[in-house]
């Protein structure tokens, strides 16, 4: 009987324990849901405005200033070649002859028609101030003039177009033709030679967002190249598109002068240095004060003893510190070390004041 007892006793006292512990675990659960009752201690940092130092490095291809394919505006045989690949030629040098007897004779046959239709219009007016031609025989004279004038013209450019010349100053780097080949006018022109303007050069790449977007037409870079270790070419950006490729980075094109010392040819690599990115003054705050994902950064600002969660926008990295484009004012306080264990609006005790 005494054991029977006993036995009720523990049990009773067992239950009034649980009972409590249970009771005073939701007591805590309701203290924290509160936010202010509850303290935890941490240790916090300023955001702070630094000289952000970083080098942003790029590869992109070296391209010509200018890259043209010279075509053929005549048809007919090749009876002069005047270039080969290598040469470097001036704008308006004629590199290829096309045969040209034919429209010789046609120009021949224009400007004849066209010198003897001005005269007529001419003895046409004589006799129209003596009132011996009517208006509309007038009239003829000067239609039947111009039309003159205007084969007159075609037949000269359709001579001119025999000579295929290059319109810029340059090498060549392909020749497509040769002394007897055939080629094709408009509309289905022959291509015959590529010419290349190597004087000025343009490096192209790609930049991702966050980098495109502080960079601007004018920024000065610094360029190297693996042929000539130890040389810096000074180059300036001339573009950055207004619009991203499907990988969402953006087309950015840098001029530099292709110096005598140490030319450069087209198709070579290039390694960029963005200059102007750095030493960019901006506030900047630890790494290891984020929570959340990269994408999605957040950090516990400390005000009047809470800490309040606040939603950042991110920008570069530098050593142990990240730069911040928005979300915080410089001089507020931040949490760097114990803000695994809160939640928004908590209560928390400074130990490094």
Known sequence: MKRWKLIV?????????????????????ATTAG???????????????????????????????????????????????????????????????????????????????????????????????????????????????????AQYIVAKRQLNDTQIKTPISGYITARYVDLGSMVQGAPQATMVANIVDISKLKVKLNLAESDAF?????DAVSVTVD???????KGRVESVSSKGDDAHTYPVEISINNESAHPLKAGMFARVEFTSLKNRETIVIP?????????????????????????????SESGIFVQVLQGLMEGETIVVNGQNNLVDNLKVEILNK
Do not use: C, H, W
Not at 290 to 309: C, D, H, M, R, T
């Open 35 to 149: 936010g202010i009752k509850d303290v935890y201690y941490v240790s916090v940092g300023k955001a702070e405005k630094k000289n952000l130092t970083e080098s942003l490095n790029m590869v992109g291809t070296i391209t010509a200033n200018d890259d043209v394919n010279i075509i053929s505006e005549a048809a007919g045989k090749i009876t002069g070649v005047f270039t080969k690949v290598g040469d470097y030629k001036q704008a308006g040098s004629v590199l290829f002859q096309v045969d040209d007897e034919l429209k010789k004779a046609a120009l021949m046959s224009a400007e004849a028609n066209y010198e003897k239709a001005k005269k007529d219009y001419e003895r046409f007016q004589t006799l129209y101030q003596q009132k011996s031609v009517t208006d509309s025989q007038l009239d003829q004279a000067k239609l039947g003039a111009a039309m003159a004038e």
């Open 214 to 218: 502080l960079t601007k037409a004018g």
């Open 9 to 29: 006793s523990i049990v009773v006292v067992l239950a009034i324990i649980i009972a409590v512990l249970f009771m005073n675990k939701r007591k805590m659960a």
């Open 227 to 233: 042929v000539y270790p130890g040389v810096t070419f």
């Open 287 to 315: 790494r290891d004060a984020l929570v959340g994902s990269v994408k999605e950064p957040q950090v516990f600002v400390v005000e009047n003893g809470i800490a309040k969660l606040r939603n950042l926008t991110v920008g």
